[in-house]
């Protein structure tokens, strides 16, 4: 029993440690093109952010039920306790790590993989995943960018049309009085996704301790991975700023107003589908589909090579890393 009890903590603590991390890792995503613009100054972006991604994060509990049942059946799961603890202890790493590099990759890609993997180095063998729900997730996670980008660009070449006579001058001026909404529509369909996964992860922990029955996140998780999140959004995380609000594009009131609308939308589809996603490929695949729809030689492709190869890689290594901690943990539990 007191091994039980120790683990699940230690599993709640990190699960919160992860949410504070994907806030300063991931906020940036969503405050990064009102930063750019200068319709909002760091400060003040921050503080919303922090406050619309609390406000999100309690708004839904359909991404944290699919999180917990998903991807391995959390009542039949061999050693459960060490595999969640070890899938989390390996997406805060692979979190860290690209954090410390400013390299936007997905918070969603690691941890997804991190359970997968560690499922399976305890199982033996990947017929322990939902086979069908595992699939399912991984190609929202691949679509989404491309859903974003095709929405992104469409929304910037209606802008376009719209806007194609008007005053530069008050069309900007209007347009950074937008994004002030925009900012805060994004910071709180970002709080309806990425929190949900903390929640779901304690959950997990909770049913394979014998704690709960029910895959719906009790009050005192999503209050905790709520509040998690808006601490970790209100720290920031200026190297991510930078990568997405200006080494994408030079962006404009106009060009980000439209990316955060499409990213917003396509954020708020998926949340209310129940489907997790990553906010870091939303918001940047939008960047792109407005650069694009704008100006294609605009856009800096390199910038955005290189996050494709991160998003792409993050999640195998998650998987790999999170069956090699299992593996250690294993040894002492």
């Known amino acids: ?52 991604n609390f406000i999100g994060a309690l708004t839904f509990t359909g991404v944290a039920s699919t999180i917990t049942k998903e991807i391995v059946n959390p009542f039949h799961l061999d050693n459960g306790l060490v595999v969640v603890l070890a899938a989390i202890l390996a997406a805060i790493i692979w979190n860290l790590v690209t954090w410390y590099y400013g390299i936007p990759s997905s918070s969603s890609h690691a941890l997804i993989g991190a359970i997968a993997g560690a499922a ?68 709180f369909s970002h709080g309806t996704n990425d929190a949900q996964k903390s929640m779901g992860i304690i959950t997990m922990a909770l049913i394979v301790a014998g704690m709960q029955t029910s895959v719906e996140p009790a009050l005192w998780v999503k209050v905790s991975c709520a509040a998690a999140m808006g601490l970790g959004t209100a720290v920031g995380g200026w190297k991510i700023i930078k990568t997405v609000g200006g080494n994408i594009m030079k962006i404009r009131p106009a060009n ?72 250690i943990l294993n040894l002492f539990f």
């Open 120 to 187: 399976i180095a305890s199982a033996g063998s990947i017929s322990v995943l939902h086979l069908q729900g595992f699939t399912k997730i991984v190609l929202v996670l691949i679509l989404s960018p491309l859903i974003a980008f095709a929405v992104g660009f469409t929304m910037y070449s209606i802008v376009k049309i719209i806007f194609k006579n008007a005053n530069l001058a008050r069309t900007n001026r209007n347009f950074r009085i937008f994004q002030i909404f925009t900012a805060a529509l994004q910071s």
């Open 256 to 327: 980000g107003a439209a990316a955060d609308l499409s990213s917003a939308l396509t954020i708020f589809v998926a949340s209310s589908l129940h489907f997790p996603l990553s906010t870091t490929h939303v918001v940047s695949s939008s960047i792109l589909g407005v650069g694009s729809a704008n100006r294609i030689k605009g856009v800096h492709w390199n910038t955005a090579k290189r996050m494709i190869v991160t998003w792409f890689i993050t999640l195998p290594i998650s998987a790999l890393l999170a069956a090699l901690i299992y593996i």
């Open 1 to 52: 029993m007191e091994y039980l009890i120790f683990v699940t903590i230690a599993i709640v603590i990190f699960s919160l440690v992860f949410d504070f991390i994907n806030g300063f890792h991931d906020t940036a995503n969503a405050v990064a093109t009102a930063v750019s613009t200068r319709a909002l100054s760091p400060r003040h972006a921050i503080f919303l952010a922090a406050i619309m």
